[in-house]
């Protein structure tokens, strides 16, 4: 082999080299970031399912208060009409005397 060809050889071996070694890097990045979005995403996940739980609790509360309120508006609605009524009755007893 000619000295050209020896250089040639350590160049492309170098060459080599520093692509093997970039691989390597780019394989651990990959390998970092992989391990970073997998526990963001169980993190994310728990997280999720705590707010969840959160707004099931809120909607029953909503609910037990939405009960409440139509329970006391029927209340309401009907002492309105027996106070109606009764004021029905006055008036024709102040009218008949």
Known sequence: MTPDGIASLGSAAAAVAVVIIFLRYLAKREADWQAFFTALNIANASELSKLRDSLDMVVKGINVIATDLRTHDDNVTNRI?????????TVRRAAEK
């Not at 009409?81 to 009755?89: D, F, G, L, Y």
């Open 81 to 89: 009409h027996v106070i109606e009524t009764a004021a029905k009755h």
